[in-house]
């Protein structure tokens, strides 16, 4: 089992600049990929970023490449989400994921709200 528990989310104005963390614990030897993705209201969840086991970027949505960066904290097993130049249309709950061999977990997600 594999727990996933994220942090750092808020409101800010468009511009500014938020970082969340997930902090996963248990068999976290077994994760081979973790990352984040985002629902807003009346959309479906979609992928923002993710990392493979040995930390190099996997794949960042191009909605935010170049505002986003998702990196890794091996000692903490701790996954965060460095969001810069913030834009109202990125105002939505963001879920940590792990992907194992045999199924993936979810966080219970954290607000992020962007105001114009």
């Known amino acids: 089992q594999v727990q996933l528990v994220e942090s750092g989310g808020g409101l800010v104005q468009a511009g500014g600049s938020l970082r969340l963390s997930c902090a996963a614990s248990?068999?976290?030897?077994?994760?081979?990929?973790i990352g984040w993705y985002r629902q807003a209201p009346g959309k479906q969840r979609e992928v923002v970023a993710t990392?493979?086991?040995?930390?190099?970027?996997?794949y960042v949505v191009d909605s935010v490449k170049g505002r986003f960066t998702i990196s890794r904290d091996n000692a903490k097993y701790t996954v965060y989400l460095q969001m810069n130049s913030l834009k109202p249309e990125d105002t939505a709950v963001y879920y940590c994921n792990a992907w194992t061999a045999v199924r993936q977990y979810w966080g219970q997600g954290t607000q992020v709200t962007v105001s114009s």
């Open positions: 990392l493979n086991t040995r930390g190099r970027t996997n």
């Open positions: 248990g068999s976290t030897g077994s994760i081979d990929a």
